[in-house]
């Protein structure tokens, strides 16, 4: 059965108030040199039957993205490949 | 000709004067003004006068500066018309600064505010509500107070309804409760009431109403305006970036929401930053170390400089370079203009700035001294050591008045022909119900702390920890060593404003005003959140200026102060536009909050009377919207009645004479009644017969008139029928597991609470 990864990040140019509160608490903690922190949110779905791609896509436009702010990338966990990937 | 005291340089200056006026639109629409062509005209009018050309930070503020968002271009000539005069001497601030400040009692005042955030939602549900909340919470803050409460009307389309752009209804609606939801919760404010509202004509523009009242010592209060010279100016908080830039432009045109530019336009919230600046802004308002405080909202600093200085009679001279900046590669208009969330901008005599950044740094603030107040009503920009910005504030934050046309309703009376009666009211009940409009709210309510702080005393829902109900209003006590409470409540009715803004803004203001009395408490004061279409539109224009009408007429009937309010016109997007959506925050004083009623039927045998003469009309009503049928006429509410019962009401609130009360608004009589019995799962036996006569139907489903449902102990009737007279009547009584109807010795309807339960709470179970 295909395990499918929807992983969603923020587009450049929005800032992710999460990852700027982790990387002030790294200055604070002495990581001085730490420069940029990014987060990736990653679902992985168990999804039965053929149709596993377009269900997948369906999922996350419909229930996990905005394309206004995020970006979005399709992969298939046991394949470890990527089969879409779009804003 | 005005003579240039010093020089913008050559090099920065963008060529206007004398340009055509389709290089002057070319000039609006590549720098993203959002200024028309009246509006360029103006500026290079203007311009030609002082003899020199603007530079580009100067056409940028001019942008922000009069957009609808900030000057209010639309709208202030009616609000003029309708608002000036509405006056009671328990007013501190009313229409004056960010929120309104309202005597609590002979030491503190309270202050609220609610405003719309609804293009930003639109484009980017949760980073639109999240900033909804935390800018609200900041306009409260400013004024020097503790934010106490969070309130906040929704309005959402139809589930399953058409994608907005890129996204689902539900991914709408999910991600506006969830950002309203995290941003409160992570403040630590309670969310304790609003509402929820869906509607297809919002299906491209959702609508999101944040509210926020707060808790001050009378001294303690900070004026929005700067009339000291020689105080330098703060700016403290989160950093200032590129996101939100062009936010107000935005917000005051019709949305488009697949075009690029909207990114810059996203703001996502930090709540981690807003929670500490509060401590810190409380600290120094105790301490008396500020002399003016405004929160940075739309338009960025150059609406909060310039309209603090305005308004105090003072000038600026501001050095760009000293702002505090996410990326330094921004140009200085765009540093002047960004709307990055969780900003102040404080004014404070110099000699303070060693104390106050001891509590900046003792809170984990970061803060700067961007500049000082001079004389004149002047604002001075420095970037770099060169002068970008000279111009004197009249001309920059006063912005043009438009007394635009508008169109009046014209009023169609016809009958309509209501549909037979349903032929089984039990089912016709189980489908009112459980429709979105009326069915639990509790999916989106339990999402948000209501309880936090710990000075909620009447929950948004009521009844035992297991069994709970809507209740009308929430009351907090907002201070530990008084008794005395704050009643919330907001909301509106769009479906009426929609059939008639006139009379549909009456009923929503009525509604607001019977949810306060069901609680025993006394409104105090109003804050409106305008929600219309386009103001080019002259009908759109003319339910704006009618809805005005209605809030002014009720103020002065009612004697209610109007203290603060916001509009925010053009919801127009993908072909529709919104229904006239005029929200109503109302505030109500409680004495004592240990006698404060509440919703749920609390024992078996208390008598069942209603309050008020009836008034059978289901146009809009939620009954008649499932059954297909659309008359138009609305009727005025009666306004006498409401006053002569809020005496009674509140004499019998007094006396505890009620074991509880509700009043019947959407979903009618029955919706009421079966609402009292879900709070402890106690049912009634009533009789329709007491009521005028009428249709079953309309006895049971319509929503008009000022009526209570109040329930009893028998050790009180004599009382209580002493105190209301003929205003009540006894219809029936408490008891049982089951609801139980009769009109003219016919059941109409029998079946088991915990049924009628289960269908309330199916509502919005695909919603969300």
């Known amino acids: 059965m295909p395990r499918v990864r929807i992983e969603v990040s923020y587009l450049k140019g929005v800032e992710d108030p999460e990852a700027v509160t982790i990387l002030k608490n790294l200055r604070d903690l002495g990581y001085d040199n730490v420069k940029e922190v990014r987060i990736t949110k990653a679902y992985d779905l168990l999804i039965p039957g053929k149709n596993y791609r377009k269900v997948a896509t369906e999922i996350a436009e419909k229930l996990m993205v905005n394309p206004v702010i995020h970006h979005m990338e399709l992969k298939i966990l046991d394949e470890g490949k990527k089969i879409h990937s779009g804003k | ?768």
Not at chain 2, 278 to 285: S, T
């Open chain 2, 1 to 768: 000709m005005t003579k240039v005291k010093r020089s913008i340089p050559v090099n920065r200056r963008i060529k206007i004067i004398g340009r055509s006026p389709k290089d002057l639109m070319g000039i609006s629409d590549s720098l993203s003004l959002g200024l028309n062509l009246d509006e360029m005209t103006q500026l290079r009018e203007y311009f030609s006068s002082i003899g020199r050309d603007p530079s580009e930070i100067e056409l940028q503020a001019m942008g922000q500066a009069w957009s609808e968002h900030c000057c209010y271009k639309s709208s202030k000539f009616y609000l003029k018309k309708y608002f000036s005069g509405i006056k009671r001497d328990y007013v501190r601030l009313a229409m004056e600064d960010d929120a309104g400040v309202v005597d609590f009692d002979s030491d503190h005042v309270y202050v609220l505010k609610m405003e719309s955030h609804n293009h930003p939602s639109a484009v980017e549900p949760y980073g639109g509500a999240a900033t909804g909340v935390g800018g609200i919470i900041r306009d409260v803050l400013c004024m020097g107070a503790q934010p106490v409460a969070l309130l906040d009307s929704l309005y959402f389309g139809i589930p399953g309804g058409p994608q907005n752009g890129p996204l689902s209804q539900k991914f709408i609606t999910g991600r506006i409760v969830a950002g309203v939801r995290d941003y409160g919760n992570r403040l630590g404010i309670p969310n304790v009431s609003g509402s929820v509202y869906f509607n297809e004509c919002y299906n491209h523009n959702p609508l999101v109403n944040a509210g926020c009242v707060g808790i001050a010592r009378r001294d303690d209060i900070v004026r929005s305006r700067i009339s000291k010279t020689g105080d330098i100016l703060i700016l403290a908080g989160g950093r200032t970036g590129r996101d939100g830039i062009h936010g107000v432009n935005f917000a005051s045109k019709d949305l488009d929401i697949q075009r690029n530019e909207n990114i810059r336009s996203v703001q996502l919230g930090n709540p981690i930053i807003e929670e500490p600046l509060i401590h810190a802004i409380l600290d120094i308002v105790e301490e008396k170390l500020v002399d003016g405080m405004k929160d940075l909202g739309g338009g960025g600093l150059s609406s909060s400089v310039g309209e603090m200085c305005f308004s105090g009679g003072t000038g600026a001279e501001v050095l760009l370079d000293k702002v505090l900046l996410k990326d330094e590669s921004m140009e200085p208009w765009e540093i002047w203009i960004s709307e990055s969330q969780e900003r102040m901008l404080l004014a404070v005599d110099s000699k303070n700035l060693q104390r106050i950044s001891e509590i900046f740094n003792s809170w984990d603030i970061e803060f700067s001294v961007i500049g000082k107040v001079i004389q004149g009503q002047v604002m001075n920009i420095y970037y770099k050591g060169e002068l970008i910005l000279d111009l004197p504030l009249s001309f920059l934050t006063s912005g043009p008045v438009y007394c635009r046309h508008y169109t009046m309703r014209e009023r169609n009376e016809a009958t309509v022909e209501y549909p037979p009666e349903p032929s089984d009211y039990n089912s016709a009940l189980r489908d009112v119900l459980s429709s979105i409009q009326v069915g639990s709210r509790w999916p989106v309510v339990r999402q948000y702390d209501f309880t936090v702080r710990g000075s909620t005393v009447v929950k948004p829902f009521s009844g035992t920890s297991t069994e709970q109900t809507h209740s009308d209003a929430t009351i907090i006590k907002p201070l530990e060593n008084s008794m005395k409470g704050l009643s919330l409540t907001s909301g509106s009715n769009p479906l009426l404003c929609h059939l008639d803004p006139y009379a549909g803004t009456l009923n929503v203001l009525c509604e607001a005003y019977r949810n306060i009395l069901a609680t025993g408490s006394m409104p105090h004061s109003i804050v409106d959140c305008l929600n219309f279409g386009n103001p080019e539109n002259s009908h759109a224009m003319g339910d704006f200026v009618e809805s005005v009408e209605a809030i002014s007429y009720f103020c002065r009937k009612m004697e209610l102060p109007v203290v603060s309010g916001n509009v925010s016109l053009y919801n127009d997007s993908g072909g529709s536009t919104i229904f006239p959506t005029p929200t109503i925050m109302m505030v109500g004083l409680i004495p004592d909050v240990s006698k404060a009623v509440k919703t749920p039927f609390r024992n078996k045998g208390d008598s069942i009377y209603l309050i008020g003469k009836d008034e059978f009309n289901i146009n809009g009503s939620v009954y008649s919207q499932l059954r297909g049928v659309s008359g138009t006429a609305v009727p005025i509410p009666d306004l006498q009645e409401l006053s002569e019962i809020s005496i009674l009401v509140m004499k019998g609130a007094e006396d505890g004479l009620f074991e509880s009360l509700h009043d019947i608004s959407e979903g009618g009589f029955i919706t009421a009644i079966c609402e009292m019995a879900f709070g402890n799962m106690i049912g009634f036996s009533v009789d329709l017969s007491e009521m005028k006569h009428g249709r079953t139907a309309f006895k049971l489903f319509s929503e008009m008139g000022n009526r209570f449902i109040a329930a009893v102990r028998p050790e009180n009737e004599e009382k209580f029928t002493k105190l209301f007279g003929k205003i009540a009547r006894k219809i029936g009584i408490t008891g049982g597991k089951r609801a139980v109807v009769h009109d003219l010795a016919m059941t109409v309807i029998d079946l088991d609470i915990e049924d009628l339960k289960m269908s309330w709470n199916s509502a919005l179970k695909d919603v969300i």
